[in-house]
Nanobody, 123 residues
Framework: QLQIVESGGGLVQPGGSLRLSCKVS????????IGWFRQAPGKGREGVSC????????DYADSVKGRFTLSRDGAKNTVYLQMNNLKPEDTAVYYC????????????????WGQGTQVTVSS
């Protein structure tokens, strides 16, 4: 049974950092691309970044380039989203999702989703 669990969200001040974790089970990271999405109140789900099954990363949101970094630990079956220099506009629920074929910035391409973790950037 495939399962995805996000963690690491919370309240942080502008300019601060958080590291989100996406732990998967029932499959391995060399089998699926893992994408991060976010959804702010009243807005649609936005693609943030993705790491392919062979470890290539792609950023989809221009606003996070240079601030967010994806990495993965195959031994732990976990993908990390390191978020630095956070801004109030980064406030959203962050979701992790798995797609068997390849990375995509479109949420409907993904087959499996976690429950999300709340990130709030506020002073």
């Amino acid at each position: 049974q495939l399962q995805i669990v996000e963690s690491g969200g919370g309240l942080v001040q502008p300019g601060g950092s958080l590291r989100l974790s996406c732990k998967v089970s029932g499959f391995t990271l060399d089998q699926y691309a893992i994408g991060w999405f976010r959804q702010a109140p009243g807005k649609g789900r936005e693609g943030v970044s993705c790491i392919s099954s062979i470890g290539i990363t792609t950023d989809y949101a221009d606003s996070v380039k240079g601030r967010f970094t994806l990495s993965r630990d195959g031994a732990k079956n976990t993908v990390y989203l390191q978020m630095n220099n956070l801004k109030p506009e980064d406030t959203a629920v962050y979701y992790c999702a798995a797609e068997q074929l390849s990375c995509s910035g479109n949420y409907y391409a993904y087959d499996y989703w976690g429950q999300g973790t709340q990130v709030t950037v506020s002073s």
